[in-house]
Protein backbone atom coordinates (compact mmCIF):
# COMPACT_ATOMS: atom_id res chain seq x y z
CA UNK A 1 0.00 0.00 0.00
CA UNK A 2 1.40 3.42 -0.78
CA UNK A 3 1.21 5.97 1.72
CA UNK A 4 -0.47 8.79 1.56
CA UNK A 5 1.42 11.94 0.38
CA UNK A 6 0.28 15.51 1.72
CA UNK A 7 0.26 19.19 0.27
CA UNK A 8 2.58 21.31 2.12
CA UNK A 9 0.29 24.05 0.98
CA UNK A 10 -3.46 22.91 2.29
CA UNK A 11 -2.91 19.38 3.91
CA UNK A 12 -4.34 17.63 0.69
CA UNK A 13 -3.39 13.36 0.99
CA UNK A 14 -3.41 11.73 -1.55
CA UNK A 15 -2.17 7.67 -2.32
CA UNK A 16 -2.26 7.59 -6.14
CA UNK A 17 1.19 9.02 -6.31
CA UNK A 18 3.23 11.16 -7.17
CA UNK A 19 1.65 12.58 -10.97
CA UNK A 20 -1.95 13.11 -8.77
CA UNK A 21 -0.20 15.07 -6.59
CA UNK A 22 1.92 17.52 -8.81
CA UNK A 23 -1.60 17.96 -10.58
CA UNK A 24 -3.05 19.24 -6.98
CA UNK A 25 -0.30 21.74 -6.47
CA UNK A 26 -0.21 22.93 -10.41
CA UNK A 27 -4.44 22.86 -10.38
CA UNK A 28 -4.69 24.81 -6.83
CA UNK A 29 -1.26 26.47 -5.89
CA UNK A 30 -0.13 27.49 -8.49
CA UNK A 31 1.77 30.95 -9.32
CA UNK A 32 0.21 31.90 -13.09
CA UNK A 33 -1.30 29.38 -15.45
CA UNK A 34 -0.87 26.18 -14.67
CA UNK A 35 1.48 24.10 -17.03
CA UNK A 36 -0.30 20.42 -16.31
CA UNK A 37 -3.75 21.78 -17.82
CA UNK A 38 -5.25 22.74 -21.14
CA UNK A 39 -5.83 26.52 -21.76
CA UNK A 40 -9.70 25.93 -23.26
CA UNK A 41 -10.57 29.46 -23.03
CA UNK A 42 -7.39 31.04 -24.47
CA UNK A 43 -5.40 30.98 -27.73
CA UNK A 44 -1.90 29.52 -26.74
CA UNK A 45 -0.14 31.32 -29.01
CA UNK A 46 -1.22 34.70 -27.80
CA UNK A 47 1.30 35.97 -24.96
CA UNK A 48 -0.43 36.44 -21.50
CA UNK A 49 -0.10 39.48 -19.98
CA UNK A 50 2.21 40.20 -17.03
CA UNK A 51 1.29 41.68 -13.64
CA UNK A 52 1.49 45.79 -15.05
CA UNK A 53 -0.90 44.57 -18.07
CA UNK A 54 1.90 44.38 -20.75
CA UNK A 55 2.83 41.25 -22.86
CA UNK A 56 4.81 38.71 -21.92
CA UNK A 57 6.55 37.90 -25.06
CA UNK A 58 8.13 34.24 -23.42
CA UNK A 59 11.63 35.32 -23.30
CA UNK A 60 11.80 34.63 -19.49
CA UNK A 61 13.23 31.53 -18.94
CA UNK A 62 11.29 29.55 -16.19
CA UNK A 63 13.79 29.81 -13.05
CA UNK A 64 12.60 27.01 -11.15
CA UNK A 65 11.71 28.66 -8.33
CA UNK A 66 9.58 27.59 -5.84
CA UNK A 67 7.89 29.18 -2.95
CA UNK A 68 8.89 28.37 0.97
CA UNK A 69 6.29 26.52 2.55
CA UNK A 70 7.03 28.12 5.76
CA UNK A 71 4.08 30.84 7.04
CA UNK A 72 5.30 34.13 6.72
CA UNK A 73 8.67 33.48 4.78
CA UNK A 74 7.83 34.15 1.58
CA UNK A 75 11.09 33.62 -0.14
CA UNK A 76 11.00 31.89 -3.26
CA UNK A 77 13.99 29.39 -3.90
CA UNK A 78 15.86 27.51 -6.00
CA UNK A 79 14.64 23.50 -6.46
CA UNK A 80 18.08 22.96 -5.25
CA UNK A 81 18.28 25.17 -1.98
CA UNK A 82 14.54 24.21 -0.62
CA UNK A 83 15.72 21.36 1.58
CA UNK A 84 18.87 23.10 3.09
CA UNK A 85 16.68 26.00 3.57
CA UNK A 86 13.90 24.25 5.08
CA UNK A 87 16.76 22.69 7.69
CA UNK A 88 17.80 26.14 8.59
CA UNK A 89 13.99 26.74 9.07
CA UNK A 90 13.92 23.65 11.15
CA UNK A 91 16.94 24.57 13.25
CA UNK A 92 15.36 28.02 13.39
CA UNK A 93 11.97 26.99 14.87
CA UNK A 94 13.71 24.18 17.58
CA UNK A 95 16.12 26.94 18.78
CA UNK A 96 13.75 29.23 19.20
CA UNK A 97 10.92 27.51 21.21
CA UNK A 98 11.47 24.26 22.00
CA UNK A 99 15.24 23.63 22.91
CA UNK A 100 16.12 25.41 26.80
CA UNK A 101 19.63 24.50 27.08
CA UNK A 102 21.88 25.45 30.51
CA UNK A 103 23.22 28.58 30.38
CA UNK A 104 26.41 29.43 29.45
CA UNK A 105 29.41 28.77 31.78
CA UNK A 106 32.12 31.77 31.89
CA UNK A 107 35.76 30.27 32.04
CA UNK A 108 36.23 32.63 34.72
CA UNK A 109 34.09 32.21 38.25
CA UNK A 110 31.30 34.43 38.71
CA UNK A 111 28.23 34.71 40.62
CA UNK A 112 25.83 31.69 41.59
CA UNK A 113 23.05 33.96 40.51
CA UNK A 114 24.50 35.12 37.39
CA UNK A 115 25.56 31.81 36.29
CA UNK A 116 22.09 30.20 37.31
CA UNK A 117 20.12 32.82 35.60
CA UNK A 118 18.23 31.83 32.41
CA UNK A 119 19.67 32.83 29.17
CA UNK A 120 15.93 34.21 28.09
CA UNK A 121 16.63 36.86 30.55
CA UNK A 122 19.14 38.93 27.99
CA UNK A 123 16.97 37.94 25.06
CA UNK A 124 14.96 40.70 23.54
CA UNK A 125 11.36 41.11 25.44
CA UNK A 126 9.48 39.53 21.41
CA UNK A 127 11.51 36.65 21.55
CA UNK A 128 10.55 35.62 25.28
CA UNK A 129 6.66 36.32 24.72
CA UNK A 130 6.55 34.25 21.37
CA UNK A 131 8.15 31.10 23.35
CA UNK A 132 4.26 31.13 24.78
CA UNK A 133 2.98 31.04 21.78
CA UNK A 134 4.61 28.93 19.40
CA UNK A 135 3.45 25.61 19.82
CA UNK A 136 0.84 25.40 17.21
CA UNK A 137 2.88 27.58 14.44
CA UNK A 138 5.74 25.50 15.08
CA UNK A 139 3.38 22.51 14.60
CA UNK A 140 2.19 23.81 11.28
CA UNK A 141 5.62 24.48 9.89
CA UNK A 142 6.98 21.49 10.82
CA UNK A 143 3.95 19.13 8.82
CA UNK A 144 4.72 21.81 5.80
CA UNK A 145 8.58 21.11 5.73
CA UNK A 146 8.28 17.41 6.29
CA UNK A 147 5.96 17.21 3.28
CA UNK A 148 7.96 19.19 1.03
CA UNK A 149 11.15 16.99 2.14
CA UNK A 150 8.94 13.96 1.07
CA UNK A 151 8.62 15.40 -2.25
CA UNK A 152 12.11 16.82 -2.84
CA UNK A 153 13.05 13.15 -2.58
CA UNK A 154 10.79 11.79 -5.47
CA UNK A 155 11.89 10.69 -8.51
CA UNK A 156 11.44 13.67 -11.11
CA UNK A 157 11.69 14.83 -14.47
CA UNK A 158 12.50 18.18 -13.88
CA UNK A 159 16.18 19.49 -14.68
CA UNK A 160 15.65 22.41 -12.02
CA UNK A 161 17.66 20.90 -9.54
CA UNK A 162 20.85 20.59 -11.50
CA UNK A 163 20.69 24.13 -13.66
CA UNK A 164 22.80 26.74 -13.65
CA UNK A 165 21.37 29.72 -15.10
CA UNK A 166 23.32 32.40 -16.66
CA UNK A 167 24.17 35.68 -14.40
CA UNK A 168 24.40 38.81 -15.21
CA UNK A 169 26.48 41.89 -15.10
CA UNK A 170 29.80 39.44 -15.47
CA UNK A 171 31.63 42.36 -17.36
CA UNK A 172 35.01 40.68 -16.33
CA UNK A 173 34.75 37.21 -16.71
CA UNK A 174 32.06 36.72 -19.13
CA UNK A 175 33.03 37.80 -22.56
CA UNK A 176 31.18 38.40 -25.52
CA UNK A 177 27.73 36.69 -24.34
CA UNK A 178 27.43 39.15 -21.81
CA UNK A 179 28.06 41.84 -23.51
CA UNK A 180 25.22 41.17 -26.02
CA UNK A 181 23.05 41.12 -23.09
CA UNK A 182 23.56 44.18 -21.36
CA UNK A 183 20.80 47.15 -21.48
CA UNK A 184 18.04 44.68 -22.30
CA UNK A 185 15.31 43.90 -20.27
CA UNK A 186 15.01 41.13 -18.01
CA UNK A 187 12.69 39.00 -16.81
CA UNK A 188 11.39 37.08 -13.64
CA UNK A 189 14.74 34.64 -14.08
CA UNK A 190 17.06 37.76 -12.60
CA UNK A 191 14.34 40.34 -10.94
CA UNK A 192 12.09 37.39 -9.26
CA UNK A 193 8.36 37.23 -9.67
CA UNK A 194 7.10 40.51 -9.60
CA UNK A 195 9.67 41.87 -12.22
CA UNK A 196 6.74 43.71 -13.95
CA UNK A 197 4.91 45.59 -11.61
CA UNK A 198 5.36 49.06 -11.14
CA UNK A 199 4.79 49.26 -7.82
CA UNK A 200 4.36 47.27 -4.58
CA UNK A 201 1.15 46.87 -2.82
CA UNK A 202 0.16 49.73 -0.09
CA UNK A 203 0.39 46.92 2.93
CA UNK A 204 3.80 46.08 2.13
CA UNK A 205 5.11 49.62 1.54
CA UNK A 206 3.06 50.82 5.10
CA UNK A 207 4.66 47.51 6.75
CA UNK A 208 8.23 48.44 5.33
CA UNK A 209 7.79 51.76 6.55
CA UNK A 210 6.13 51.09 10.24
CA UNK A 211 8.24 48.10 10.92
CA UNK A 212 11.48 48.81 9.25
CA UNK A 213 13.84 45.74 9.63
CA UNK A 214 14.60 42.85 12.52
CA UNK A 215 17.96 43.91 13.60
CA UNK A 216 20.02 42.33 16.06
CA UNK A 217 22.85 44.23 17.53
CA UNK A 218 25.46 42.52 19.23
CA UNK A 219 26.14 39.46 17.09
CA UNK A 220 29.88 38.83 16.51
CA UNK A 221 31.27 39.01 19.73
CA UNK A 222 28.66 36.15 20.60
CA UNK A 223 30.09 34.32 17.18
CA UNK A 224 33.72 34.81 18.68
CA UNK A 225 32.81 32.92 21.93
CA UNK A 226 31.12 30.28 19.71
CA UNK A 227 33.86 29.85 18.02
CA UNK A 228 36.28 29.89 20.89
CA UNK A 229 33.97 26.86 22.69
CA UNK A 230 33.83 25.32 19.30
CA UNK A 231 36.02 21.56 18.80
CA UNK A 232 35.44 21.65 15.21
CA UNK A 233 36.74 25.47 14.86
CA UNK A 234 40.75 25.27 14.19
CA UNK A 235 40.81 29.16 13.04
CA UNK A 236 38.22 32.03 12.55
CA UNK A 237 38.45 35.24 11.79
CA UNK A 238 35.53 37.74 11.88
CA UNK A 239 35.00 41.34 11.13
CA UNK A 240 34.22 44.30 13.41
CA UNK A 241 31.80 43.53 16.25
CA UNK A 242 29.73 46.60 15.49
CA UNK A 243 28.17 45.17 12.65
CA UNK A 244 24.46 43.96 13.11
CA UNK A 245 22.84 41.47 12.21
CA UNK A 246 19.49 42.58 9.60
CA UNK A 247 16.78 39.70 8.63
CA UNK A 248 13.21 39.84 7.03
CA UNK A 249 10.23 41.11 8.66
CA UNK A 250 7.57 38.57 8.35
CA UNK A 251 5.19 38.14 5.03
CA UNK A 252 8.24 40.78 3.33
CA UNK A 253 8.85 38.95 0.45
CA UNK A 254 12.37 38.75 -1.25
CA UNK A 255 14.78 42.33 -0.04
CA UNK A 256 17.78 40.41 0.88
CA UNK A 257 19.76 42.91 -1.72
CA UNK A 258 18.69 45.23 0.17
CA UNK A 259 19.35 44.16 3.76
CA UNK A 260 22.63 42.83 2.79
CA UNK A 261 23.04 46.62 1.82
CA UNK A 262 21.79 47.51 5.19
CA UNK A 263 24.32 45.44 7.14
CA UNK A 264 27.56 47.23 4.93
CA UNK A 265 25.67 49.85 6.17
CA UNK A 266 25.93 49.32 9.84
CA UNK A 267 29.38 49.04 10.08
CA UNK A 268 29.29 52.53 8.21
CA UNK A 269 27.50 54.39 10.59
CA UNK A 270 28.87 53.50 14.15
CA UNK A 271 32.15 55.75 14.86
CA UNK A 272 34.60 55.74 14.21
CA UNK A 273 33.98 54.64 10.76
CA UNK A 274 31.13 57.08 10.22
CA UNK A 275 33.64 60.29 10.86
CA UNK A 276 36.68 58.77 9.43
CA UNK A 277 35.97 56.67 6.37
CA UNK A 278 35.20 58.63 3.43
CA UNK A 279 31.21 59.93 2.70
CA UNK A 280 30.14 57.89 5.60
CA UNK A 281 28.75 60.65 6.86
CA UNK A 282 26.25 60.93 3.81
CA UNK A 283 24.23 58.29 5.51
CA UNK A 284 24.18 60.59 8.64
CA UNK A 285 24.67 58.15 10.80
CA UNK A 286 21.57 56.13 10.09
CA UNK A 287 20.91 52.38 8.71
CA UNK A 288 18.91 53.79 5.48
CA UNK A 289 15.41 52.64 4.33
CA UNK A 290 14.66 50.20 1.42
CA UNK A 291 13.25 53.18 0.16
CA UNK A 292 16.57 55.17 0.76
CA UNK A 293 18.38 52.46 -0.80
CA UNK A 294 16.15 52.31 -3.99
CA UNK A 295 17.01 56.32 -4.51
CA UNK A 296 20.36 55.91 -3.74
CA UNK A 297 20.40 53.40 -6.55
CA UNK A 298 18.08 55.57 -9.00
CA UNK A 299 20.28 58.22 -8.38
CA UNK A 300 23.38 56.37 -9.48
CA UNK A 301 21.81 56.09 -12.47
CA UNK A 302 20.52 59.14 -13.18
CA UNK A 303 24.41 59.77 -12.63
CA UNK A 304 25.36 57.50 -15.02
CA UNK A 305 26.69 55.12 -12.98
CA UNK A 306 26.12 51.25 -14.02
CA UNK A 307 23.46 52.99 -15.62
CA UNK A 308 22.20 49.94 -17.62
CA UNK A 309 21.01 48.78 -14.55
CA UNK A 310 17.76 51.12 -15.57
CA UNK A 311 17.02 49.57 -18.67
CA UNK A 312 17.28 46.04 -17.27
CA UNK A 313 15.33 46.39 -14.44
CA UNK A 314 12.64 49.14 -15.96
CA UNK A 315 13.30 51.54 -12.37
CA UNK A 316 13.42 49.76 -9.04
CA UNK A 317 11.76 52.77 -7.07
CA UNK A 318 8.47 50.98 -4.89
CA UNK A 319 8.99 48.05 -6.10
CA UNK A 320 9.52 44.06 -5.19
CA UNK A 321 12.22 43.68 -7.44
CA UNK A 322 15.08 42.00 -6.61
CA UNK A 323 18.46 43.66 -7.08
CA UNK A 324 21.88 42.48 -6.68
CA UNK A 325 26.12 43.31 -6.69
CA UNK A 326 25.51 45.87 -9.80
CA UNK A 327 22.69 47.99 -7.81
CA UNK A 328 25.32 47.81 -4.74
CA UNK A 329 28.37 48.54 -6.75
CA UNK A 330 25.82 51.28 -8.17
CA UNK A 331 25.05 53.05 -4.97
CA UNK A 332 28.36 52.61 -3.21
CA UNK A 333 30.02 54.36 -5.80
CA UNK A 334 27.17 57.05 -5.88
CA UNK A 335 28.44 58.16 -2.06
CA UNK A 336 31.77 57.77 -3.32
CA UNK A 337 32.53 54.85 -0.20
CA UNK A 338 35.59 52.72 -1.51
CA UNK A 339 33.92 49.30 -2.13
CA UNK A 340 34.47 47.21 -5.40
CA UNK A 341 32.98 44.31 -7.06
CA UNK A 342 34.66 40.75 -7.37
CA UNK A 343 33.49 37.75 -9.80
CA UNK A 344 34.35 34.42 -9.07
CA UNK A 345 33.67 31.46 -11.49
CA UNK A 346 35.02 28.18 -12.81
CA UNK A 347 33.29 25.21 -14.72
CA UNK A 348 33.80 23.00 -12.05
CA UNK A 349 31.73 23.89 -9.07
CA UNK A 350 34.62 22.81 -6.53
CA UNK A 351 37.49 24.79 -8.46
CA UNK A 352 35.15 27.90 -7.75
CA UNK A 353 34.16 26.86 -4.25
CA UNK A 354 37.83 26.65 -3.64
CA UNK A 355 38.43 30.11 -5.28
CA UNK A 356 35.75 31.95 -2.78
CA UNK A 357 36.86 30.43 0.10
CA UNK A 358 40.54 31.24 -0.31
CA UNK A 359 39.41 34.85 -1.62
CA UNK A 360 37.33 35.12 1.63
CA UNK A 361 39.91 33.97 3.75
CA UNK A 362 42.79 36.15 2.45
CA UNK A 363 40.26 39.36 2.98
CA UNK A 364 40.31 38.64 6.58
CA UNK A 365 44.07 37.70 7.31
CA UNK A 366 44.73 41.13 5.59
CA UNK A 367 43.96 43.01 8.73
CA UNK A 368 47.41 42.76 10.49
CA UNK A 369 46.00 44.84 13.59
CA UNK A 370 43.16 41.90 14.62
CA UNK A 371 42.51 41.23 18.22
CA UNK A 372 43.51 37.38 19.10
CA UNK A 373 41.19 35.52 21.34
CA UNK A 374 40.88 32.37 22.58
CA UNK A 375 43.08 29.28 23.31
CA UNK A 376 45.88 29.15 20.97
CA UNK A 377 44.62 32.60 19.57
CA UNK A 378 42.35 30.67 17.20
CA UNK A 379 39.36 33.82 17.10
CA UNK A 380 40.64 36.89 15.79
CA UNK A 381 38.00 39.94 15.51
CA UNK A 382 39.38 42.05 12.79
CA UNK A 383 38.36 46.02 12.36
CA UNK A 384 36.91 44.82 8.72
CA UNK A 385 33.76 45.48 7.41
CA UNK A 386 31.66 42.94 6.05
CA UNK A 387 31.68 41.11 2.77
CA UNK A 388 28.15 41.44 0.12
CA UNK A 389 27.82 37.61 -0.88
CA UNK A 390 25.97 36.65 -4.22
CA UNK A 391 25.34 33.60 -6.09
CA UNK A 392 22.34 32.20 -8.18
CA UNK A 393 19.51 32.87 -6.43
CA UNK A 394 20.42 34.24 -2.76
CA UNK A 395 22.75 36.70 -1.40
CA UNK A 396 23.86 36.57 2.50
CA UNK A 397 26.74 39.03 4.14
CA UNK A 398 30.06 37.17 5.00
CA UNK A 399 31.04 38.23 8.56
CA UNK A 400 33.93 35.74 8.63
CA UNK A 401 35.51 32.61 7.88
CA UNK A 402 36.61 29.74 9.77
CA UNK A 403 38.88 26.88 9.13
CA UNK A 404 37.94 23.62 10.81
CA UNK A 405 39.69 21.00 12.63
CA UNK A 406 41.02 17.90 11.46
CA UNK A 407 40.64 18.25 7.29
CA UNK A 408 41.30 22.37 7.67
CA UNK A 409 37.99 22.16 5.95
CA UNK A 410 37.26 26.16 4.89
CA UNK A 411 33.36 27.71 5.90
CA UNK A 412 32.11 30.77 5.27
CA UNK A 413 30.39 32.94 8.42
CA UNK A 414 27.51 34.24 7.66
CA UNK A 415 24.12 36.68 8.19
CA UNK A 416 21.67 35.13 6.30
CA UNK A 417 18.87 38.04 5.68
CA UNK A 418 16.49 34.79 5.45
CA UNK A 419 16.66 33.68 9.12
CA UNK A 420 16.77 35.37 12.44
CA UNK A 421 19.34 34.73 15.43
CA UNK A 422 18.90 31.87 17.27
CA UNK A 423 17.77 31.38 20.52
CA UNK A 424 20.85 30.22 22.00
CA UNK A 425 22.73 33.34 20.04
CA UNK A 426 20.08 35.74 21.40
CA UNK A 427 20.16 34.93 25.07
CA UNK A 428 24.04 35.57 24.86
CA UNK A 429 23.79 39.01 23.44
CA UNK A 430 24.80 41.23 25.70
CA UNK A 431 26.06 38.59 28.61
CA UNK A 432 29.40 39.31 30.51
CA UNK A 433 29.99 41.71 27.23
CA UNK A 434 30.42 45.70 27.62
CA UNK A 435 29.66 48.39 25.35
CA UNK A 436 33.13 48.17 23.93
CA UNK A 437 32.09 45.44 21.10
CA UNK A 438 29.54 47.90 20.03
CA UNK A 439 31.85 49.72 17.71
CA UNK A 440 34.27 52.55 19.26
CA UNK A 441 37.22 50.93 18.03
CA UNK A 442 37.86 48.82 21.03
CA UNK A 443 37.22 45.48 19.57
CA UNK A 444 36.90 43.05 22.52
CA UNK A 445 38.17 44.77 25.15
CA UNK A 446 37.29 43.70 28.80
CA UNK A 447 35.02 41.09 27.45
CA UNK A 448 34.88 37.88 29.65
CA UNK A 449 35.19 34.92 27.57
CA UNK A 450 32.07 32.70 28.09
CA UNK A 451 32.08 28.95 27.36
CA UNK A 452 28.61 27.75 25.80
CA UNK A 453 28.30 24.08 25.75
CA UNK A 454 26.52 23.40 22.80
CA UNK A 455 28.14 25.65 20.10
CA UNK A 456 28.30 23.88 17.48
CA UNK A 457 24.49 23.76 17.66
CA UNK A 458 24.20 27.69 18.18
CA UNK A 459 26.31 28.25 14.70
CA UNK A 460 24.83 26.12 12.36
CA UNK A 461 22.73 28.85 10.63
CA UNK A 462 25.66 30.62 10.26
CA UNK A 463 28.08 28.61 8.78
CA UNK A 464 28.19 27.72 4.82
CA UNK A 465 30.31 25.28 3.97
CA UNK A 466 31.04 23.31 0.49
CA UNK A 467 28.02 20.92 1.52
CA UNK A 468 25.94 24.29 0.92
CA UNK A 469 28.48 26.54 -2.08
CA UNK A 470 28.64 22.89 -3.91
CA UNK A 471 25.59 23.51 -5.79
CA UNK A 472 26.95 26.75 -7.29
CA UNK A 473 29.62 27.92 -10.08
CA UNK A 474 29.44 31.24 -10.05
CA UNK A 475 29.78 34.10 -7.28
CA UNK A 476 30.03 37.62 -6.60
CA UNK A 477 31.26 39.54 -4.10
CA UNK A 478 31.99 43.10 -3.01
CA UNK A 479 34.60 43.77 -1.42
CA UNK A 480 35.98 46.97 1.24
CA UNK A 481 38.83 48.62 -0.72
CA UNK A 482 39.37 51.15 1.91
CA UNK A 483 41.85 51.29 4.19
CA UNK A 484 41.24 49.53 7.30
CA UNK A 485 40.01 51.24 10.80
Known amino acids: MTDAMECPFCGWKTKEGEYQMLLHMETLHAEGEPPFLAAADQDRTSPSPNSNGTANTGNDDDPGY ?16 VEYHLELHTTEETDVHDHH ?7 TAVSESTASSSPLSNAPESVSKSSHKASEPSTRHSKAISAWKRLLRMPSSSSYSHRILWRRHNSKTSGDSESKTRGTRLGRKHLGRYAHEDRMPDWLADLLRKKGQVQTAGVVPVLAQLLESSPSTHRAYLCHPCVHHISKLKREGGFCG ?6 LCSYLTQPPQSTTIPNAHKLASQIPTIFQIQDYIEAAWDNNISATGRAETGGIRNTRKYIGTPEAVAMFRYLGVPFAAQSIKDKSPAKAVEMLLRTVEEYFRSDDK ?7 GKVRLTGLPPLYFQHLGHSMTIVGFERGTGTGEGRLLVFDPHFKDCYQVLGMVGMNNNSNNGGDGKRGAGVVPVRYPYPDGALKGYRRGGGYLGDFKEFELLKWVGPNC
Open 370 to 376: AIVRGEG
Open 66 to 81: VECPVEGCGEFLLLSQ
Open 101 to 107: PPPPDPI
Open 258 to 263: YRNIQM
